[in-house]
T-cell receptor
Framework: GENVEQHPSTLSVQEGDSAVIKCTYS??????FPWYKQELGKRPQLIID?????GEKKDQRIAVTLNKTAKHFSLHITETQPEDSAVYFC????????????FGSGTRLSIRP | GAVVSQHPSWVICKSGTSVKIECRSL??????MFWYRQFPKQSLMLMAT?????????EQGVEKDKFLINHASLTLSTLTVTSAHPEDSSFYIC????????????FGQGTRLTVV
């Protein structure tokens, strides 16, 4: 079926340390993988995305890696700051009856001062 | 990024009534719009995918007759919750995508529905 699994569900890291969130997806045809940050009561905001023709993408403190063979992608946040505290969702596109975006279950990231 | 506006941002309705939520892409043409439901501390669960001018594709377990979706133009999609019940209370959020399947989808601000 169409599924995106995300781990861990909660993550607490010391300010300045790195945080890593991992996702797997079920369909080898998926080729677009966005990551969203959602603060309480607000809409998800895209923070980075990657397409299947590359294995890694970086934007300042945020990076995403993709392993198409393993159907696995990860979000890396370095030098974490208090404002990084939020819920992060990975997602993937699926192409069954319609082209759609399915979300992972989310990771609540807390940054300890 | 592009702007998607969702209205209303919150609504309280009586059990048995219907509620319509609008999702508009303000500065681009949305070929595809998605409707999600999010319960507290949970993920975004896809309800349906709609393409302009055609019928929406509903996810398994989502009642078509209860959650009516209309995508009549490239800038507007509506979700109508019919005969609402307290268990329909949730955060409903739309997103819109301009063209190909591997491009960014932009989210509306969401609608918090409370059915009393």
């Amino acid at each position: 079926g169409e599924n995106v699994e995300q781990h861990p569900s909660t993550l607490s890291v010391q300010e300045g340390d790195s945080a890593v969130i991992k996702c797997t997806y079920s369909d080898s045809a998926s080729n677009y993988f966005p990551w969203y940050k959602q603060e309480l009561g607000k809409r998800p905001q895209l923070i980075i995305d990657i397409r299947s023709n590359v294995g890694e993408k970086k934007d300042q403190r945020i990076a995403v890696t993709l392993n198409k063979t393993a159907k696995h992608f990860s979000l890396h946040i370095t030098e974490t700051q208090p404002e990084d505290s939020a819920v992060y969702f990975c997602a993937a596109t699926f192409y069954s009856s319609a082209s759609k975006i399915i979300f992972g279950s989310g990771t609540r990231l807390s940054i300890r001062p | 990024g592009a702007v998607v506006s969702q209205h209303p941002s919150w609504v309280i309705c009586k059990s048995g009534t219907s509620v319509k939520i609008e999702c508009r892409s303000l500065d681009f043409q949305a070929t595809t719009m998605f409707w999600y439901r999010q319960f507290p501390k949970q993920s975004l669960m896809l309800m349906a995918t709609s393409n302009e001018g055609s019928k929406a594709t509903y996810e398994q377990g989502v009642e078509k007759d209860k959650f009516l979706i209309n995508h009549a133009s490239l800038t507007l999609s509506t979700l109508t919750v019919t005969s609402a019940h307290p268990e329909d209370s949730s955060f409903y959020i739309c997103s819109a995508r301009a063209d190909s399947a591997n491009t960014e989808a932009f989210f509306g601000q969401g609608t918090r529905l409370t059915v009393v």
